[in-house]
């Protein structure tokens, strides 16, 4: 699981970000405060030298290799500058806190080793939002942070919930115990909780197990925690099987309480697509707000990827001429850049993809449209690779070690953000209605049948 917390209003993998389940929470776009990322970690037989990436491997999922989830993971943190990030189901037990720190150019770290092959978290930060990590175990990590814009101390609670159930009470115990202590402060909560709020946050044939809900809530509001309202696809889970045995669920969300709220009344959680695990990621903003960038022509190394790109070179070359070398090659080099212009920038191409996933996740059919969105997450995967390509090339203008602008996906989402008061959705009849205009329709025929006068005649 993944999860992202950011800063800043300007966002692109973290501000809180689940992936896998991916959180992301942002204050300004520029910085990120968590990152949490679930079942995409597992140790490689052979221990790497501190100075290279470790030698990590990620689930095959939908026929990805594993080394472009390692990569996207790089890109979400890079893209977002996060601030602090926070990754549960590590399944590593072997490699160090400075070695975290070194690969994702972190300042700070801290490790929950795995158990054998099972558990392990890890959370990273930079000094932008200093961490001060409190307690820890197998399943959770409880730290107090500080909002450096504002100078506002906050609790963290970054939790991974028991998936066996075992040990669910004494995990929110100690989270309790940890708030108590705190309790003036503002508290923000995310991880897999593994656990659900209501019925209708599962999807599939088995029947939900109302005594768990119960008692998950019971522990929610015992700690004066409320459920952040998200925008996409309404599960952040799913087994990935096929007909009948389909299940989906909302495993992964965003909690706080009351004095977040008064801090940080802008706080939106988005769903991001699901793509390189069974989790998807999680976006908080805090204050979410856009900054684009000016676009200056390079010859770009993904451009030789592209199927049309060698025969309109050969094609400009040729054309030419018998013509001196300098000017053939300013011939095609305009050749090119009109070529470019129809090309669609990766970061769209990203966000176009993105969003066909998400229209497909928050299908009611999507148990039916298994193959498409198998096929886009290999779209995607292409994209991804084009887009590594992309960042290599400008390693001499030190984004390795200052971050990448804002990606257009995230800036898009930010742009989508409407006023904090805002109704995002409305349950009625356990039915959820997303639409604005349904929403508003609602609300109309409530009122109006409540003060029409045949209701006192």
């Known amino acids: 699981m993944l999860n992202l917390l950011l800063n800043g209003g300007q966002l692109v993998g973290v501000g809180l970000l689940l992936l896998a389940v991916s959180l992301i929470l942002l204050d300004h776009l520029e910085n990120i405060l968590i990152l949490l990322t679930e079942g995409l970690w597992r140790h490689a037989p052979r221990r790497q030298n501190r100075h290279d990436f470790p030698s ?63 558990g392990g978290l890890w959370i990273m930060w930079t000094n932008e939002m200093p961490l001060t990590i409190v307690s820890s175990s197998t399943n959770y990590i409880l730290a107090y942070g500080v909002h450096k814009p504002s100078g506002i101390m906050f609790n963290l609670l970054c939790i991974y919930g028991d998936p066996t159930h075992n040990s669910s009470s004494v995990v929110w115990r100690e989270a309790k115990n940890f708030v108590i202590n705190s309790s003036h402060r503002p508290t923000f909560c ?37 459920d952040l309202a998200y925008r996409g696809p309404a599960y952040t889970w799913t087994n990935r099987r096929k007909g009948k045995d389909f299940v989906m669920q909302r495993l992964d969300r965003c909690l706080a309480n009351i004095e977040w709220r008064n801090h940080f009344p802008n ?34 190394k993904w451009w030789l990827n592209e199927s049309d790109f060698q025969g309109m070179a050969q094609t ?44 497909i996740q928050a299908s009611p059919n999507r148990h039916m ?14 994209i991804l690779q084009n887009l590594s390509d992309f960042y290599k090339q400008r390693a001499k203008k030190h984004w390795i070690e200052e971050g990448d602008r804002n990606t257009a996906f995230f800036q898009h989402a930010v742009q989508k953000r409407k006023h904090k008061n805002q109704i995002s959705s409305l349950m009625i009849n356990d039915n ?12 109309v025929s409530f009122f109006v049948n409540l003060f029409s006068s045949s209701r006192y005649e």
């Open 432 to 443: 959820f209605i997303r639409d604005q205009k349904e929403i508003s329709n609602c609300f």
């Open 190 to 226: 995310m991880g897999d909780l593994n656990d659900i709020l209501y019925a209708n946050e599962k999807f599939g044939l088995s029947s939900v197990n109302n005594a768990r809900i119960s008692s998950f809530r019971h522990h929610v509001r015992e700690i004066g925690l409320l």
């Open 56 to 118: 990590l491997e990620l689930p095959r999922c939908g026929g990805a290799p594993r080394q472009n989830k390692m990569t996207y993971l790089r890109q979400l943190i890079r893209s977002t500058k996060a601030q602090v990030v926070f990754l549960s189901e590590t399944h590593n037990s072997l490699i160090s806190s400075d070695d975290i720190s070194h690969n994702f150019h972190m300042v700070n770290s801290f490790v929950v080793p795995a158990q054998h092959t099972s």
């Open 369 to 382: 449209l298994i193959d498409q969105e198998l096929s886009l997450s290999i779209a995607y995967d292409s």
């Open 316 to 359: 400009h070359w040729s054309h030419s001429g018998n013509v001196p070398f300098c000017v053939k090659l300013s011939n095609l080099s305009s050749g090119i850049k009109k070529w470019s212009k129809k090309k669609k920038p990766l970061q769209y191409q990203m966000v176009e993809t993105e969003q066909k996933l998400l229209a």
């Open 267 to 300: 706080t939106a959680v988005y769903h991001l697509p699901l793509i390189y695990s069974d989790h998807a990621p999680i976006l908080a903003l805090l204050s979410p707000s856009t900054n684009r960038s000016r676009y200056y022509f390079k010859f770009e």
